[in-house]
């Protein structure tokens, strides 16, 4: 979905590691560390001891390890990003106890000076915006005749995220109408401030922004009953977005119902369903619409029609990113001590997904994956090989702490346990073979045991984990 992509929080995603792990696997826990204590020693850039604690810490997860080297270096810098981080993280405590002022928000740029908290991209820049996007829809609510005045200090992003969030839940709509027009007026003045033939990615992101947020106006006047002017901007995002986005697709079709545009909104929804970029809305407008425009008809076979093109197309896309490479055999101990190998699952559809303990997105794709296992479980042809890989602990620990993620969180999981290189401990066996530079990374093979399909990072949503696998596992199941 655009809207989640585009305003997941920085702060709830800053402590979680992307993909593109295999730099922090070159050097051991006690290496990485007497690398960060001599750098400390040397009072190096506080940037640069940030980078060195975030590759300790992919090797070291444990709280008590990050907090430990916090304090070495606030030590070192009392007023820098490290220390300022904390204050934040302070901050959203006071937040969710209800304790926290606008006297306690502009305290943080008087007592960290040297922090640049206006640039995004730093760490501490990532924290304090989500910051604001938490405390200023508190201060709003406070106050609602410093609307104006509170909108003119946040970015277009933040007012969006504020306006966006009271628009999914109905509350708050007339701030939030206020605060979503003016993050488009401040997105249309930064495009304008660009050159007419800009084709950069500034240029292109900006625009994208502004397409986003006219989605968020759209929902906004829609919730207040104010069909027609939301149709004009939910056309406009449509229409820059080229139909691309599912979610912006089944509000513009809703709108076009909503505003008795049958025939067009039949046009529209039968055009972007039938290549894949329709979901349950636009399937459920469809019929609407066509039980409007054609009232005497059967809209079953309409609607089957569409399904039997959709999935087509679907098959195609997939078809067109399929391999056939030769996967490595191996064998496995599983988190009850039984041996698994893959050589013994031919002729059966394998996920194969390599993980740790340590890595956010791994942790955030598994309530997906946990929807495909539950879609397979009565299938005998297709099974998932969860292989933990690429942790720094003694066996035994590395063991407990496997199992226990596994049952805290109630996952069915077949678990495998990669197993550390007998001539270089720094390195897994089978990851390895399998040349994976970062994970989560899913391997998908088919019946003659070739690897058909592999798949990179966390897709953004349970559901999108949940289809990315299906279409997978079941053009394998019919091949």
């Known amino acids: 979905m655009l809207q989640t992509k585009l305003t997941k929080m920085a702060f709830l995603t800053f402590g979680m590691f992307s993909i593109g792990f295999a730099n922090a696997q070159e050097k051991t826990s006690s290496e990485l560390y007497k690398q960060f204590e001599d750098s400390l020693h040397a009072k ?77 991209n730093s760490a501490a820049g990532s924290y304090y915006t989500a910051l604001k996007s938490s405390a200023y829809p508190i201060f709003l609510i406070k106050d609602t005749t410093k609307v104006q005045e509170y909108s003119k200090e946040l970015s277009a992003e933040v007012l969006n995220s504020i306006s966006w969030k009271w628009a999914e839940s109905g509350q708050h709509l007339s701030i939030a109408e206020i605060l979503s027009k003016k993050s488009l007026e401040k997105t249309k003045a930064a495009i304008e401030k660009l050159p007419t033939s800009d084709s950069s990615e500034t240029s292109k992101d900006l625009k994208q922004s502004y397409s986003m947020y006219e989605d968020t106006y759209a929902v906004i006047l829609s919730k207040e009953g104010k069909k027609a002017e939301a149709l004009k901007y ?40 039938k290549v894949g970029k329709g979901n349950d809305i636009v399937k459920a407008q469809l019929e609407a619409a066509y039980k409007k425009v054609y009232p005497e008809r059967d809209v079953t076979p309409f609607i089957e029609e569409l399904d039997k093109q959709k999935e087509q197309a679907e098959k195609a896309t997939l078809l067109a990113s399929m391999i056939n490479k030769p996967s490595h055999d191996f064998t496995l101990k599983n988190l009850q001590g039984k041996k698994v190998s893959l050589s013994s699952l031919k002729g059966k559809v394998v996920i194969i997904d390599f993980w740790a303990t340590w890595c956010g997105p791994c942790k955030m794709s598994f309530p997906g994956m946990q929807l495909a296992v539950n879609k397979y479980k009565d299938n005998k042809d297709v099974v998932f090989l969860f292989v933990d890989t690429w942790e720094r602990s ?6 407990k702490e496997v199992s226990s993620f596994i049952q805290e969180k109630k996952y069915t999981f077949q678990v495998l346990l990669d197993e550390p290189s007998k001539t270089n401990g720094k390195e897994f066996d089978v990851i390895k073979s399998y040349g994976v530079t970062g994970i989560p990374t899913k391997f998908i093979i088919g019946r003659d045991g070739n690897i058909k399909f592999e798949m990179v990072g966390f897709s953004g949503s349970d559901q999108g984990v949940l289809t990315e696998v299906s279409n997978a596992v079941n053009l394998l199941l019919k091949s």
Do not use: C, H
């Not at 992919?58 to 030590?75: F, P, T, V």
């Not at 969710?96 to 002022?101: D, F, G, R």
């Not at 003694?394 to 063991?399: D, I, M």
């Open 234 to 273: 939910e056309e406009d995002a449509y229409t820059y977005l080229k139909g691309a986005e599912s979610d912006i697709n089944g509000t513009y079709i809703t709108l076009l119902n909503e505003n008795k545009q049958w025939n067009k909104a039949l046009e529209i929804g039968s055009k972007v369903y």
């Open 394 to 399: 003694t066996p035994e620990q590395r063991f």
């Open 44 to 120: 190096v850039p506080e940037t640069s001891l940030l980078k060195l604690k975030m590759n300790y810490l992919q090797l070291n997860q444990r709280r008590s390890a990050n907090d430990s080297i916090d304090k070495e270096i606030i030590s070192i810098y009392p007023k820098g990003q490290v220390a300022s981080m904390v204050q934040i993280i302070q901050d959203f405590k006071k937040i969710q106890a209800e304790q926290y002022t606008l006297q306690d928000f502009n305290k943080l740029k008087t007592e960290f000076p040297d922090v640049n908290f206006d640039d995004e």
